[in-house]
C-alpha cells in the first residue's frame, strides 16, 4: 500500500514537472494561452523593440472569487498556457522583464507591462492580445525642499547606485508614459517638463499654474495634473510618442480641465492626489471636501470622461472620514491589482490611525497599516526604520513597480549635518511587515542622513 501511494505520488509530481501548467483538473478551470513568439500565430506582445533582451515574463490573474496567481516564464518560452478559475473580469497582466542594449532610449525602464480583461468560460480556451507600455523602472525620488529641487534615481530601494539631478524647477511628482518619457512636474513654476530621461533641461509643458501632483493613464493615453489651486486637468498624450504634442500639427494638446468644483460630495477645498486604475481609466483623488457642514477628507472614485454640467468628468462614489474614521488627513493615493491605497496621517498628538489605508475599488474599507513613529511623550515625531513606523507619508512613486513605494518626509532634525530624517519605504500590497524595507535601512535623529541627504518637501 505504501508503495502504491509512493508511486502515484511520484507520477502526481511528474504530471505536474511535464505539464506544469495543469494547475487544476476541477471542472471549473477554463485554459488560457499567450503566445509570445510571432511562430505562435499572432504574437501577443507587439511593441518590443529589438534594442532589448527579453529576460523572463510574470504574468499576473486576479478576479473577483479567485485567489491570485502569479506565474514565471522563462526567456525562451514561446508561449503561456495556464489554467485559470472560470468567471468574469478575470485580469491578466503580462509582465516582460528585460536588459536595455546600446540604443534603447529608455534605460530607466526595467520591464514592459501588458493588460487584458477576459470572461473565461469553465472548460473553454481562450487566447489572450497584450499591448505593451512602459512598466517597472528605476526609482525616481523628486526632492523638492527648496526652490532648485532634485530628482533621485536608484536602480532599486538598496540604492546601489545612487544618482541624482539638479532640475531647474521644483519638483514635486513624477510619472512615466506609455514610451518610457519621464514627465516630472513643477510646484513652484507651471510647467510639466517630460523627456526621454531625467534632465535639467527636459521638453516643457506649459500649465498656466504651480502643479501639486500627476498621475499618466498608460492604458488610454492621458496625463492628468492637479494643480496647487486644486484644479484638475487631462491632456491628451501622442501614443506613438507618448507626449503631449499633436503629431498632424506639431503642437501641443491643450489641457482639458475637468469637474472638480461641483462635485456631488461638495466643494473641492484641496485636492492632495490623483491615481489612475489602469483598468477601467477611472481616476482616484484624495481630497478634502465641503459638503456644506464643515470640511472632510475624501477619497473620490471619479470617472474623467463623463459629460457634467460645465465639464467633463464627475464623482462615481467616495468615502469620508465621517463614514470612515480611520481617515484623518489625506496626502496620496495609488491603485494596484489588490485595491486601491491611500496614505493618512493623524496629528502627532491626535489618536493613531494607519497610516496606509486600503479599499475596494468601490471604496469599501478593507484594513490600515502602520501609524507614526512617536516617541517616549507620545506627542513628538522619533527616528526610526522600523516596520509600521512613518514620519509624514507624502507620496507613492514608482507605479508600476510591484508593492507600494512610498516617500516618507519628515522635519526630525538630523544633529551632525543638519539636514531631515526622511526615507522612503517598500512594502508588499498585502502590508506585510515582513516585505517592509527602508532606504536608509537603519536611522537615528543625530545620524538620520547616512549616504543620502533627502529633504523632500517638509
Ligand atoms: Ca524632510
Same mark, same amino acid.
Request: net charge negative; glycine share 8%; proline share 14%.
Given at each position: 500500500m505504501i508503495k502504491r501511494i509512493s508511486f502515484i505520488t511520484v507520477m502526481i509530481i511528474l504530471f505536474f514537472f511535464t505539464s506544469c501548467d495543469f494547475l487544476s483538473n476541477g471542472g471549473d478551470m477554463a485554459q488560457v494561452s499567450i503566445p509570445l513568439l510571432s511562430s505562435e500565430g499572432a504574437r501577443a506582445i507587439g511593441g518590443v523593440p529589438d534594442t532589448i533582451t527579453v529576460t523572463g515574463y510574470t504574468v499576473r490573474v486576479f478576479g473577483p472569487g479567485m485567489e491570485p496567481i502569479e506565474k514565471k516564464i522563462a526567456a525562451g518560452a514561446r508561449s503561456v498556457n495556464m489554467y485559470v478559475p472560470g468567471g468574469q473580469e478575470r485580469h491578466f497582466t503580462l509582465e516582460v522583464h528585460f536588459i536595455p542594449l546600446r540604443g534603447f532610449a529608455h534605460p530607466h525602464l526595467q520591464s514592459f507591462i501588458g493588460r487584458a480583461t477576459a470572461d473565461l468560460r469553465p472548460g473553454y480556451y481562450t487566447k489572450l492580445k497584450f499591448t505593451l507600455h512602459a512598466g517597472a523602472s528605476q526609482l525616481f525620488v523628486v526632492d523638492n525642499n527648496n526652490s532648485t529641487g532634485t530628482v533621485w534615481y536608484a536602480d532599486s530601494i538598496e540604492w546601489l547606485s545612487p544618482g541624482s539631478t539638479t532640475n531647474h524647477y521644483s519638483p514635486s511628482d513624477v510619472d512615466i508614459s506609455n514610451t518610457g518619457v519621464v514627465f516630472v512636474s513643477n510646484d513652484n513654476g507651471d510647467t510639466i517638463g517630460f523627456g526621454d530621461r531625467i534632465t535639467s533641461n527636459p521638453n516643457q509643458y506649459s500649465a498656466g499654474t504651480p502643479i501639486r501632483t500627476i498621475a499618466i493613464d498608460r492604458e488610454r493615453h492621458y496625463l492628468y495634473y492637479a494643480t496647487i489651486t486644486n484644479m484638475l486637468f487631462q491632456v491628451q498624450l501622442d501614443p506613438? &510618442?507618448?507626449?503631449?504634442?499633436?503629431?498632424? &500639427?506639431g503642437g501641443l494638446y491643450p489641457a482639458q480641465p475637468l469637474e472638480t468644483a461641483n462635485l456631488p460630495a461638495g466643494r473641492t477645498v484641496t485636492l492632495q492626489g490623483v491615481a489612475v486604475d489602469p483598468w477601467t481609466g477611472y481616476l482616484y483623488l484624495t481630497a478634502l471636501i465641503n459638503p456644506g457642514t464643515g470640511n472632510l477628507w475624501a477619497v473620490i472614485k471619479y470617472d474623467p470622461f463623463i459629460p457634467g454640467p460645465q465639464q467633463p468628468g464627475a464623482m462615481l462614489s467616495a468615502v469620508t472620514e465621517s463614514s470612515c474614521p480611520q481617515i484623518s488627513s489625506l496626502t496620496d493615493v495609488i491603485v494596484k491589482d489588490a485595491g486601491v491605497f491611500v496614505l493618512n496621517m493623524g496629528g502627532i498628538d491626535s489618536a493613531p490611525v494607519p497610516s496606509i489605508l486600503k479599499f475596494s475599488r468601490n471604496l469599501h474599507y478593507l484594513g490600515g497599516y502602520g501609524s507614526l513613529s512617536r516617541d517616549a511623550t507620545g506627542t513628538l515625531f522619533e527616528a526610526s526604520t522600523d516596520p509600521g513606523d512613518f514620519y509624514v507619508p507624502q507620496r507613492f512613486f514608482?507605479?508600476?513597480?510591484q508593492g507600494l513605494y512610498i516617500i516618507d518626509d519628515s522635519n526630525i532634525s538630523a544633529a551632525p549635518n543638519g539636514g531631515t530624517v526622511d526615507k522612503i519605504i517598500h512594502i508588499n500590497e498585502a502590508l506585510s511587515s515582513s516585505s517592509w524595507d527602508t532606504y536608509p535601512h537603519e536611522q537615528t535623529d543625530e545620524f538620520g542622513q547616512t549616504l543620502e541627504s533627502f529633504n523632500f518637501f517638509l
Open positions: 506613438e &510618442t507618448g507626449i503631449p504634442v499633436n503629431p498632424d &500639427t514608482a507605479i508600476e513597480n
